[in-house]
């Protein structure tokens, strides 16, 4: 045989082992290593972002849960409150704010002196200028209250001024008081004096979480406890209408309605309502429900009609993936044993997909909470609501703000001591939406079926 025809023969492929990798593997692994790597990339800069986000509301928002307060001994003298000393409630109330301002100078000069610090005011009024707009008021509720207490000496826990407090959280400085008129740097001495005798101290503010709104003169009386309660009758009215309307159009649509070009369509704009935004929904209730139904405006009610509309879809598409996920098997073997289609949606499909149904009733609603453009649409504006409505009836129809509305209002007042209440309110809002979704995520554990 020559030497060309043995070259010209097939050689042996060499031998590989299952243990070596060829090019195309390593590639292969490559790649999804760098994919890996991108994704732990991508989590841990959400993570980061969200660290900072909840830093910054936190380190700019809880100073709204503190407040500095003024305790003075004020003598409530009865030849300024009730000059005829009879006690008569009517006389009692005529005597105005300004009646009480100089029980609080007086008040001011005596714990001064106590202190052992010199009065470097000469007119009470400036005097007064440390002390919160509405501090006379307070004393005036007390009196108003307490006739009987006239003539006495009674101990109060009085607000200071937002430019007192400022100075105190550091938010106000001696150089920012060179533009402005109501406080002074003999002002902040006499502040420093004070707390030094405990005068003046910082305190847990709890009418920040009980208390109403106020004018953009008294931003240290600010509260959120009266929008709170409007949000809380909202989310009443949400829940009333739209987890019925919802989980029986859902229950029909899945499980009853024939496929034709009808409910297609229904199908389309549900899908559609869903991505509209919420604006929308608010110019919608503006027009429906204040100018057609003549229902009352800004009232609690009405807010709630807005967000069960703009909050439907979304109870619609989640509560019919949940009746979607039960197994076919469960509908055959109802039926199989002879019950009637109703039976089998009520008795066996239903209860299966409840937890699916209430998770996405509680994200609704939470979304919902939070909303703010259709509840200005419809003027629940902060500022409306004074007092705690005095009944159920009149807290769904008298008018109130809500939690996201108020918190809107306060980010665009001019005063900085607003500024920081907002992201205090935005701290009491992502506390109801946490614990909203903690509850969701509950209940779904606790009723949730494994197949």
Not at 35 to 58: D, M, P, Q
Not at 94 to 119: C, S
Not at 246 to 258: D, N
Request: charged residues 20%; contains cysteine.
């Amino acid at each position: 045989m020559s030497h060309a025809s043995l070259s010209d023969q097939p050689q042996p492929r060499a031998k590989s082992s299952l243990l070596t990798l060829d090019d195309r593997t390593r590639r292969r692994n490559a790649a999804e290593s760098r994919f890996r790597a991108y994704g732990i990339t991508a989590i841990a800069i959400g993570l980061v972002f969200l660290v900072v986000l909840i830093t910054s509301i936190f380190a700019k928002g809880v100073g709204a849960f503190q407040q500095t307060f003024i305790t003075l001994d004020v003598e409530l003298l009865e030849a300024k409150l009730d000059k005829s000393g009879t006690r008569d409630i009517e006389k009692i109330k005529k005597v105005t704010t300004f009646g009480y301002n100089p029980l609080i100078e007086n008040a001011l000069k005596a714990a001064m002196e106590e202190a052992g610090v010199e009065n470097p005011f000469a007119k009470g009024k400036d005097l007064r200028k440390m002390m919160s707009a509405g501090a006379a008021s307070q004393i005036r509720a007390f009196v108003v209250d307490n006739p009987d207490r006239i003539g006495d000496t009674v101990q109060f826990r009085l607000l200071a001024s937002s430019r007192v407090d400022g100075y105190l959280k550091g938010r106000v400085s001696r150089e920012s008081l060179a533009r402005d008129k109501n406080l002074t740097p003999v002002h902040l001495d006499l502040v420093d004096a004070l707390r030094d005798a405990g005068v003046v101290e910082k305190r847990f503010n709890l009418g920040f979480i009980t208390g109403a709104d106020a004018s953009e003169s008294r931003p240290e009386q600010a509260g959120l406890g009266v929008s709170m309660l409007g949000s809380f009758y909202m989310m009443l009215v949400v829940l009333a209408c739209a987890l019925p309307i919802g989980v029986a159009a859902s229950i029909y649509l899945e499980e009853f309605a024939p496929q034709n070009w009808v409910t297609d369509l229904i199908e389309v704009n549900i899908s559609n309502l869903a991505a509209v935004p919420s604006i929308v929904f608010g110019i919608l209730g503006l027009a429906v429900f204040i100018q057609f139904a003549h229902l009352p405006q800004s009232a609690p009610l009405v807010g709630g009609l807005v967000l069960t509309l703009m909050t439907l879809p979304t109870i619609i598409i989640s509560t019919r993936a949940s009746l979607k996920s039960v197994p076919p098997s469960i509908r055959e073997a109802a039926l199989g044993i002879g019950a009637s289609k109703m039976q089998t949606v009520f008795h066996h499909v239903l209860p299966l997909a409840m937890p699916g149904i209430l998770t996405g009733t509680i994200i609704g609603l939470a979304q919902a909470l939070g909303e703010t453009a259709p509840l200005l649409l419809i003027g629940m504006v902060g500022y409306i609501a004074s007092n705690y409505p005095g009944g159920i009836i009149e807290g769904f129809m008298s008018p109130n703000s809500a939690m996201p509305a108020q918190i809107y209002e306060w980010a665009k007042r001019a005063d900085p001591a607003y500024y920081e209440r907002a992201w205090g309110g935005i701290i009491i809002l992502l506390v109801f939406l946490m614990t909203m979704n903690i509850i969701a995520i509950i209940l779904r554990r606790r009723f949730e079926r494994r197949w």
